[in-house]
T-cell receptor
């Protein structure tokens, strides 16, 4: 069975500081991995995805993530956060081509302080 | 492309009542998904359709829940005899069968009193 763990429930960072959100997955085959962001009252927006190839993937809004098979991790990073990045971030693993069931982690809430 | 839309955005009901939610996917998308998200949790998969065929249902989808997509376009999710534990955000997403990205709607927040 597939599963995702996001160990950090809540993270607070200063505006302009770097950010890393952790994600560990469990999946029996080649994982299809996603990061989504959810702002209050909004739906989930895809930040980036990984299927194969280069293990460092670039996404929207200046985010990137690195796939490490040996650690079963897919951590999200941003070199310098902006106040508008405050939101809930979800890591997900997809069965199939990502167009079947997605299994999400419990999310990490990001707070930005001035 | 107007995105995935869901109606209503909010629904308050009394325990024991039936409720129905509607999802309109992106027009050319033939796959449609339903997820449920409770407070402090990530979305949990409920079911998905390819065109009008329901391909998979989660164990979370009890007998009180039924989802349909009769013409392969919009979908409805009905909950019969609602319980307080059904209070959650119900999210709909859509995708192309051949693509890897699910696009989510804004959700319907259900409160059962």
């Amino acid at each position: 069975a597939q599963s995702v763990t996001q160990p950090d429930i809540h993270i607070t960072v200063s505006e302009g500081a770097s950010l890393e959100l952790r994600c560990n997955y469990s999946y029996g085959a080649t994982p299809y991995l996603f990061w989504y962001v959810q702002s209050p009252g909004q739906g989930l927006q895809l930040l980036l995805k990984y299927f194969s190839g280069d293990t460092l993937v670039q996404g929207i809004k200046g985010f990137e993530a690195e796939f490490k098979r040996s650690q079963s991790s897919f951590n999200l990073r941003k070199p310098s956060v902006h106040w508008s990045d405050a939101a809930e971030y979800f890591c997900a693993v997809g069965r199939g081509f990502g167009n079947e069931k997605l299994t999400f982690g419990t999310g990490t809430r990001l707070t930005i302080i001035p | 492309d107007t995105g995935v839309s869901q109606n209503p955005r909010h629904k308050i009901t009394k325990r024991g009542q039936n409720v129905t939610f509607r999802c309109d996917p992106i027009s050319e998308h033939n796959r449609l998904y339903w997820y449920r998200q409770t407070l402090g949790q990530g979305p949990e998969f409920l079911t998905y359709f390819q065109n009008e065929a329901q391909l998979e249902k989660s164990r979370l989808l009890s007998d009180r829940f039924s989802a349909e997509r009769p013409k392969g376009s919009f979908s409805t999710l009905e909950i019969q005899r609602t319980e307080q534990g059904d209070s959650a955000m119900y999210l709909c997403a859509s995708s192309l069968q051949t693509a890897d990205t699910q696009y989510f709607g804004p959700g319907t927040r259900l409160t059962v009193l």
